[in-house]
T-cell receptor, first 112, second 114 residues
Framework: AQSVTQPDIHITVSEGASLELRCNYS??????LFWYVQSPGQGLQLLLK??????LVQGIKGFEAEFKRSQSSFNLRKPSVHWSDAAEYFC??????????FGTGTLLAVQP | NAGVTQTPKFQVLKTGQSMTLQCAQD?????MYWYRQDPGMGLRLIYY???????DKGEVPNGYNVSRLNKREFSLRLESAAPSQTSVYFC?????????????FGQGTRLTVV
């Protein structure tokens, strides 16, 4: 079945520290993978996407993610977190069927 | 270019009332989606339409119906609202021609059922 697991419900990091948000997916064919960010009371903004090709993808706001097929993972990283990165982050998996499933989200808090 | 437009933005219903949430996109996308967002549960897919003329159930379809009116519009209907349907609803669209794209989202509808 198509599904996404984000094992970390809530993460707190210090400003300037590095960040890694985990995402594991289940999909029976080649997945299309996405990371979205949602600030409080706002809609969803795309950070980055993977369709094919280079497994390390760059996104907006200094984020990157690496697709690891052997681990069914698509973890999101940022080398130095800014206070404005505090938000909720969602991983999503889609494919040729056009069905798009999201994870439960990771809420990021940034300490000064 | 408006993108994905949802109406209304806010709605309060009494238990048992019905309503239709409207969604329209102007990006010529093939696929459209309805999600609900509840605290701690992420976005859960209610229904989706992979292309004009088709609709499929998502993860939480019970209590909802949808209509893909044309390529632009995808509506979500609650026939008899229940307090458990209190949520924020998002419409999204994706895909142009044979090309897969990311999903673009509307601003959401905050629905309260009392």
């Amino acid at each position: 079945a198509q599904s996404v697991t984000q094992p970390d419900i809530h993460i707190t990091v210090s400003e300037g520290a590095s960040l890694e948000l985990r995402c594991n997916y289940s999909y029976g064919a080649t997945p299309y993978l996405f990371w979205y960010v949602q600030s409080p009371g706002q809609g969803l903004q795309l950070l980055l996407k993977y369709f094919s090709g280079d497994t390390l993808v760059q996104g907006i706001k200094g984020f990157e993610a690496e697709f690891k097929r052997s681990q069914s993972s698509f973890n999101l990283r940022k080398p130095s977190v800014h206070w404005s990165d505090a938000a909720e982050y969602f991983c999503a998996v889609g494919g040729a069927t056009n069905k798009l499933i999201f994870g439960t989200g990771t809420l990021l808090a940034v300490q000064p | 270019n408006a993108g994905v437009t949802q109406t209304p933005k806010f709605q309060v219903l009494k238990t048992g009332q019905s309503m239709t949430l409207q969604c329209a996109q102007d990006m010529n996308h093939n696929s459209m989606y309805w999600y609900r967002q509840d605290p701690g549960m992420g976005l859960r897919l209610i229904y989706y339409s992979a292309s004009e003329g088709t609709t499929d159930k998502g993860e939480v379809p019970n209590g909802y119906n949808v209509s893909r009116l044309n390529k632009r519009e995808f509506s979500l209907r609650l026939e008899s609202a229940a307090p458990s349907q209190t949520s924020v609803y998002f419409c999204a669209s994706s895909g142009t021609g044979s090309r897969v794209t990311e999903a673009f989202f509307g601003q959401g509808t905050r629905l309260t059922v009392v």
